[in-house]
C-alpha cells in the first residue's frame, strides 16, 4: 500500500496537521485550529477552554493543553480518540479545498511521521499507533 507522510505545516501534505490553520466551528464556536479545539476538550474549566480558545497559535495551545496545573477530565483517555475524530471530520468537511486533498488521497495509508509521539503518530521508530493517521483515513472514509 502506498504511504502518505505528513507532520510538519509547511511539507507536503501539511494541511492534515492540527496545526495547520484552518478554523472549525464546533459546540457552537469558532476555534483557530483543530489543535485549539482538542487541546480544550481536555478540561471541564470553562475559563481554561477559553484560554486555550484565544491562545495566539497552536502551538501555544498545545503547550496549555499538556499542562497538569488544570486538573484534566477523569475520562480523557477513554474519550480522546472521539474528540479527535470529530475535530477532523470538523475540518475536513467545513473546508472544500480540505475534503478535496483528503480526497485525492484515494486508500493510501495516511502516517503522521513524527519521533516526538507514538500514540498520535508513528513514533520514532515507526512502530506507534499512528491513531491521527487513522482518524485521517476514517474521515476520508466517510466523506467519500
Known sequence: MSKIKF???????GEFSN???YPIK???KIWPTSEH????QKF???TYKE?????????????LGRSRRIKIKKNWDKVKDNVMYKAVYAKFTQHEYLKEILLQTLDFEI???TENDLY???GKNGKGFNKLGKILMRVRDKIR
Open 7 to 13: 507532520y510538519s505545516v509547511n511539507d507536503k501534505w
Open 111 to 113: 502516517i503522521e511521521h
Open 44 to 46: 471541564e474549566s470553562i
Open 19 to 21: 496545526f495547520a490553520l
Open 51 to 63: 484560554t486555550i480558545r484565544k491562545s495566539s497559535s497552536p502551538m501555544k495551545a498545545a503547550e
Open 26 to 28: 464546533l459546540d457552537g
Open 120 to 122: 498520535w503518530g508513528d
Open 37 to 40: 479545539y482538542f487541546q480544550a
